[in-house]
């Protein structure tokens, strides 16, 4: 018995194992499917490639369909192949109708004409022996309805990752989806799921237009022709690397701009060790330089930060050095800071609904040449910080209610002493289904015993605020701080409303009052202020995002000088 | 003609016995009034059976219609892998004028077929370029007119599906996503939410405050939508991180199909915020 019973299992063990209902998608890897055809074009919107006479397919394993028409759905990882049908394979050529291939599910359909209609499956690449009968999904061959919708790009051959990039070639690019651009030698187009595609190493530019020439699963390289008022040459290009590794890592290098003797060299690189250390650097050189020709000046700085997770809190240690001139001419100081700084998680305060944050800092400020001015060459600094958030109440004719507290003081042994503290709280109220008001009264303060023992650096480690969003590491409330005290109170009104998924319109008026001075100038802010923002849908995937404030003729300024115009895909 | 068609459905696959392989056969495709090409026989499938339209006679030919994928060596095969085969003197022809369409038949069209109940066979097709309403889909096409040379198996992989969401096909979700931003986080900010569908446009959404610490946004969805997000400030240095300050993943967004779908997001901090 024990041995009809061993036998048995041997003979299931061998037997072949049938195809699964409950098959879970696999990872199609990055193996590359290649397109190409008459018209090879690509709608971003539908995040469809489809291809037009002639067409003919290369799938990852060297397999080639030829047919009419082909699609490819990067989200459904399916290819369907139409219209006179070949499909030549290892293991021999079939002629059919149409053929559809999911590749996250291994599966394979085919529509031979030859000898006889029919229908057959290849499971798991296997080109042999088909199923043949074998029932089929009802969509398995649906091909997307395109007609009424432009391309996004258009070429006659793409090479198709299916889960990072697509590479154009040669390649017309509909810019806002209506302008086509002349034909470039080569498009990659990125939708990878990995979000360090995004990070953004390029700073200060109203337009930009990237042109990604290189990519694959790992790394893309893009020029971007950029436009910013405020530069002496306006329109500049400059070049931007991505690469991308493990489970989070990245490394970012950009040259903004290239085309000027004015740059700006950018490194951001970050990795994690498991899932509680983090590493990251940041790394800017600024040059003057023709070319790449040896530089009239260089400077610049790295910061490197090292965060561990720890229980309900995390630790970062921090090290910045700056490099006033990295020639032999200039003046060779090279400040260092490094510091350490403790956050805690948000906690519950006991059974308030109140809850709290704390954090704290400490570091060790180094400038031979003396800091901020000053004849020390070292500076300690530490500080302390506490966040209080109060849970929404519920007020009369439905009113939410809520509130938030902020207080640090930081020590700095110039001596010097500075306290922020803000204070913001809101009432707010769902007018109808798609309208909200927020009425938020915001009150800011810093108190130092000295404005000008202050210094501002990148590291945040010391307390203070960080270069370049302070001149003199101390906090901004609408403008910089230049005065021991300030106090800023804001009281503002704010709308939102979204009638549809379309349109967006947003409203705000600000009083502000300002001590010890608010007198009108270039440099103050504004008494009363209304802005305005609508963001509306202008093609299937493009919105428009325009804004302009009124400043109630504020020294002779009425108008915010111009509107805010922005573009950007959704 | 047919009755010959039907007695020698065995020679098809071998060498014809109209002097040359069958996969060479081209129908007879009349288009509008006028046939175009000489006739070539198209014989039946074995596992047709003729309908038996002695019994139930048809008052009106069955018409039936779905996406085109191919008109070829003597078939019309449909997106849903069904092919019908067509009459020697099949007219094909423009639903909406009836006259010879002036667009190549190619796939991604829509088309009725009609079938002719005693020979089964498609004796007009009729072309659009958009879905026609007025007929039985194709997919409920009897198996009597269905051409496949194997029978059918069943699939197993068609069972009740495990799948996260109904069909990529599932009607629009309303979608609402509430964001609880953290304390810290400056009174005038904006946020938004950056998407891998954007190319992780930092500003890709933007999402309505609604009090002092929350903002949402209401969107439309297709059923099966699957998505990854992170909210922003509007640039990714002030991307939402851990609570660690850690870069965090991405979050995924599965739309599983329904009516509404409401979620609630905790944000635990900025990356530019300490």
Redesign the interface.
């Known amino acids: 018995m024990k041995r009809a019973i061993a036998l048995a299992a041997a003979l299931a063990a061998m037997s072949p194992i ?6 879970a998608p696999q990872d199609v890897g990055h193996a590359l499917l290649r397109v190409s055809a008459g018209h090879v074009r690509y709608f971003a919107d539908q ?1 469809v490639v489809q291809a037009r006479d002639g067409v003919e397919v290369r799938l990852p394993d060297g397999a080639v369909v030829r ?3 082909a699609t490819v759905d990067l ?2 990882r399916r290819i369907a192949v ?4 070949t499909l030549h394979t290892a293991a021999g050529d079939y ?1 059919g ?2 053929f559809a291939d999911f590749f996250a ?1 291994r ?1 394979a ?1 085919f ?1 031979p ?7 057959w ?1 290849f499971l798991n690449g296997d080109w042999s022996t088909p ?13 997307p ?1 395109l ?1 009424n919708i432009q391309p996004y790009i258009e070429g006659t051959s793409a090479a198709i990752d299916f889960t990072t990039f697509a590479r154009f070639a040669p390649a017309t690019i509909r810019v806002f989806d209506a302008v086509p651009t002349p034909a470039l030698p080569v498009y990659v187009y ?6 360090n ?4 190493s390029l700073s200060g530019a109203s337009f930009d237009a990237p042109y990604a020439f290189a990519g694959s699963a790992d790394s893309l390289d893009a020029l971007h022709l950029r436009y910013d008022q405020t530069r002496p040459v306006k329109a500049f290009w400059s070049f931007e690397h991505h690469s991308v590794f493990g489970d ?1 890592g990245y490394a970012v290098f950009s040259l903004n701009p290239a085309s000027e003797p004015t740059k700006q060299w950018n490194l951001l690189g ?1 990795d ?1 060790v498991g ?4 590493f990251a650097v940041n790394a800017q050189l600024f040059t003057v330089q023709s070319g790449l020709a040896q530089p009239a000046s260089s400077n610049g700085f790295a910061d490197v930060q090292l ?4 229980a309900q ?2 630790l ?1 240690v921090d090290a910045t050095q700056s490099y006033d001139s990295l020639l032999a001419t200039g003046e060779p100081n090279h400040p260092f800071v490094l510091g350490s ?1 403790w ?1 805690g ?2 906690q519950p305060l006991f059974r308030s609904g109140f ?1 709290y ?1 704390l ?1 704290s ?1 400490l570091a060790h400020i180094h400038d031979a040449f003396g800091i901020s001015g000053q004849t020390l060459p070292d500076v300690w600094s530490h500080y302390l910080g506490a ?3 109060t849970p ?1 109440y519920q007020g009369p004719a439905g009113i ?1 209610l ?3 507290a ?1 207080i640090q003081r930081t020590w700095l042994s110039f001596p010097n002493t500075i306290t922020t503290t803000t204070l ?3 009432a ?1 109220r ?1 007018v109808t289904p798609h309208i ?1 008001l ?1 009425a ?1 009264q ?1 009150t800011q303060t810093v108190s130092a015993t000295s404005a000008a023992l202050t210094f501002a650096s990148p590291n ?1 480690a010391t307390g203070l605020t960080p270069a370049p969003q302070s001149l003199n590491g101390l906090p901004i409330y609408g403008i910089a701080t230049v005065v021991p005290d300030a106090v800023s109170r ?1 009281y ?1 009104l ?1 709308g ?1 409303w ?1 009638p549809s ?1 379309a349109f ?1 319109f ?1 409203a ?1 008026a600000q009083q502000t009052n300002y001590s010890p001075v608010q007198v009108p100038g270039l440099t103050s802010v504004p008494r009363y202020q209304l802005n305005g923002d609508a ?1 509306f849908r202008i093609t299937r995937t493009l919105f428009a ?1 325009v804004s302009r404030g009124y400043l109630f003729n504020w020294g002779g300024r009425v108008w915010t000088p111009q509107f805010g115009i ?1 573009v ?3 | 003609m047919i009755a010959l068609l039907l007695s020698v459905p065995l020679m ?3 060498p014809s016995m109209w002097g040359g392989p ?2 060479s056969a081209r129908p007879t495709i009349k288009v509008g009034p006028t046939v175009l090409a000489a006739a070539t026989p198209i014989p039946q ?1 074995s596992q047709t059976p003729p309908p038996d339209v002695a019994a139930t006679p048809a008052p009106t030919l069955p018409r039936y219609s779905g ?1 085109l ?2 008109v ?2 003597g ?1 019309v ?1 449909f ?3 069904d ?1 019908l ?1 067509l009459a020697p003197d099949v007219a094909i022809v423009d639903d909406d004028t009836g006259a010879a369409p002036g667009y190549a038949v ?3 069209l829509y088309a009725i077929a009609i079938v002719a109940p005693d020979t089964g066979l498609v004796t007009s097709l009729r072309l659009a ?1 958009t879905p026609r309403p007025n007929a039985t889909p194709i ?1 409920e096409v009897p198996r009597s007119y269905v ?16 799948t996260r969401y109904t069909s ?2 599932s009607a629009a979700v309303q979608v609402t996503i509430n964001a609880l931003v ?3 986080t400056p ?2 900010a904006d946020v938004y939410i ?13 999402m ?7 903002f949402r ?4 969805l297709q059923g099966g939508t ?3 997000y ?1 909210f922003t400030r509007g ?3 002030s ?1 939402e991180r ?6 965090r ?2 979050r995924e967004l599965v739309i599983e199909g329904g009516d509404v779908l409401d979620i609630a997001a905790t944000i ?1 901090r900025w990356a530019d915020l ?1």
């Open positions: 049938p195809a699964r209902s409950d098959q995040a047919g009419d028409i989200r459904l139409a219209g006179h049908v002629a109708a149409g599910f599966r359909y529509l004409l030859v000898p006889a209609a029919d229908r499956t199923e043949k009968g074998r029932e089929m999904p009802g969509d398995a061959f649906a091909l309805d007609q990125n939708y990878s799921a990995n979000q595609f995004g990070v953004n989070a970050y994690q899932t509680r250390t983090g965060t561990q997770a720890l809190s995390a970062r700084q956050a998680y948000d809850t944050r954090q800092g966040y209080l958030a929404q939410g809520d509130a938030t902020q913001t709280a809101s707010s769902q909200y927020v938020t915001l945040t804001n503002i704010s939102s979204q998924t967006q947003s705000a963001r995002d922005q950007s895909a959704q | 098809w696959g071998g069958l996969w499938a996406q994928l191919d070829e060596r078939y095969v997106s849903t892998g092919a085969k190619e796939p991604g370029r997919a051409i496949a040379a194997s029978s059918p198996q069943p699939n197993p992989d068609l069972a009740p599906p495990k990529k096909l953290p304390p810290d009174f005038d950056a998407t891998d569908t954007s190319g992780w446009n930092a500003q890709a959404i933007k309505q405050r609604v009090d002092g610490r929350h946004i209401v969107t439309e699957d998505f990854h992170l640039s990714w240095t991307v851990e609570r660690s300050g850690l870069q993943p991405a635990y300490p």
